[in-house]
């Protein structure tokens, strides 16, 4: 019995090679497809960066399920179903959930863990972070800068020129092409 126990951290750390979640619910493709209809949203912009600062049962209502449960709930994407893990479009990636500009395509870079990486945002206050040691893990959060939503979390071993990873959540972005 001595032995399980002192096995199970050891198992957690490599199940967080990137950001896996040990519970993790299934998101599928067309609920990624889905976040990106805004017509139920009316608290999503591209220009509007008030801070938001909405009750839970609000973010239920105008979100799709799969993107509530990632951007509200903190759950995770499988690796390798997102949209965007493998994506390589030009433009800017924004918050699904209110439309806060958060990563360029040229700061993305391919990552093998499954989610979409980057290693810089698009400004400072694009995101915030907070301290997740959840699942007996110590992770740095990281949280849309405008809505709070759970976007993913950020580690160390990125390319230069910052040697950060932004691991992200496919459903909690939305891609918008360079315009030509
Ligand atoms: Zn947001």
């Not at 509530?68 to 390589?88: D, L, P, Q, S």
């Amino acid at each position: 019995m001595k032995r399980i126990i002192l096995h199970v951290p050891l198992i957690l750390i490599a199940l967080a090679a990137c950001q896996a979640a040990p519970q993790g619910l299934t998101v599928t493709q067309s609920g990624a497809a889905m976040s990106s209809n805004h017509s139920q949203n009316p608290y999503y912009s591209r220009t509007d960066t008030t801070k938001l600062d909405l009750p839970d049962e609000v973010w239920k209502k105008v979100l799709s399920p799969e993107l509530y449960a990632v951007a509200r709930k903190g759950e995770t994407e499988r690796a390798f179903t997102g949209k965007y893990w493998n994506y390589e479009g030009l433009g800017t990636y924004y918050c699904a959930a209110c439309g806060n500009a958060l990563f360029r395509s040229d700061a993305k870079f391919a990552s093998t863990c499954g989610w979409p990486s980057f290693f810089e945002t698009v400004r400072s206050g694009s995101v915030e972070y907070r301290e997740d040691n959840s699942y007996g893990m110590m992770r740095t959060e990281v949280l849309c800068g405008r809505c709070d939503a759970h976007l993913g979390h950020v580690f160390d071993d990125g390319p230069p020129p910052t040697g950060k990873r932004f691991c992200m959540n496919s459903i909690s972005l939305d891609f918008e092409p360079n315009s030509k």
